[in-house]
T-cell receptor, first 115, second 111 residues
Framework: DVKVTQSSRYLVKRTGEKVFLECVQD?????MFWYRQDPGLGLRLIYF???????EKGDIPEGYSVSREKKERFSLILESASTNQTSMYLC??????????????FGPGTRLLVL | KQEVTQIPAALSVPEGENLVLNCSFT??????LQWFRQDPGKGLTSLLL?????REQTSGRLNASLDKSSGRSTLYIAASQPGDSATYLC??????????FGSGTQLTVLP
């Protein structure tokens, strides 16, 4: 079974703090994704990566950055956390054939509260 | 830009009832349409994936259909059970191989 793990289930941070969210997958997937999920808005793509050291902006990249130094790990960074970044953050991974006959595999999510 | 809509936002049914969840999308140029399940506070689990050349997919009590020309997909759940209670999300995969998600339908099956 594909396993995608996220470093924390719950996080509480202060405004202005630098926040790191870590995601690790164990299936040697090339593609990795970061989403945020807010009530009534569904999942929105923040950043994604098709390979090590590669990154692409999603629909809502402002206020975020990412790092992919190793194939299995994809980190989301909030440079200076703000209250409007309070949300559920979901990481996903997929093999190269995603978008045709392959799906994405999701981690359990990190619920972040910024005070 | 692709937009995916799910109606209703919430649905409550008695156990044993057959039900249909609806999903609509604005851009018919999709690679596939996927249905996911999300339990409270958890990540998403893939249920069914319909490729653009297919009309439907079935898994157990679940059947998903796809009509690209009308921009619609439905998820049919037969003989619903309390364990089916969850949020169901559909997602369309476009040319960039990214998924565009609807906001989900929260289903409650009452015992």
């Amino acid at each position: 079974d594909v396993k995608v793990t996220q470093s924390s289930r719950y996080l509480v941070k202060r405004t202005g703090e630098k926040v790191f969210l870590e995601c690790v997958q164990d299936m040697d997937h090339e593609n990795m994704f970061w989403y945020r999920q807010d009530p009534g808005l569904g999942l929105r793509l923040i950043y994604f990566s098709y390979d090590v050291k590669m990154k692409e902006k999603g629909d809502i990249p402002e206020g975020y950055s990412v790092s992919r130094e190793k194939k299995e790990r994809f980190s989301l960074i909030l440079e200076s956390a703000s209250t409007n970044q309070t949300s559920m953050y979901l990481c996903a991974s997929s093999p190269p054939q995603t978008g045709t006959w392959e799906t994405q595999y999701f981690g359990p999510g990190t619920r972040l509260l910024v005070l | 830009k692709q937009e995916v809509t799910q109606i209703p936002a919430a649905l409550s049914v008695p156990e044993g009832e057959n039900l249909v969840l609806n999903c609509s999308f604005t851009d018919s140029a999709i690679y596939n349409l996927q249905w996911f399940r999300q339990d409270p506070g958890k990540g998403l689990t893939s249920l069914l994936l319909i490729q653009s050349s297919q009309r439907e997919q079935t898994s157990g009590r679940l059947n998903a259909s796809l009509d690209k020309s009308s921009g619609r997909s439905t998820l049919y759940i037969a003989a619903s059970q309390p364990g089916d209670s969850a949020t169901y999300l559909c997602a369309a995969s476009g040319s960039a191989r990214q998924l565009t998600f609807g906001s989900g339908t929260q289903l409650t099956v009452l015992p």
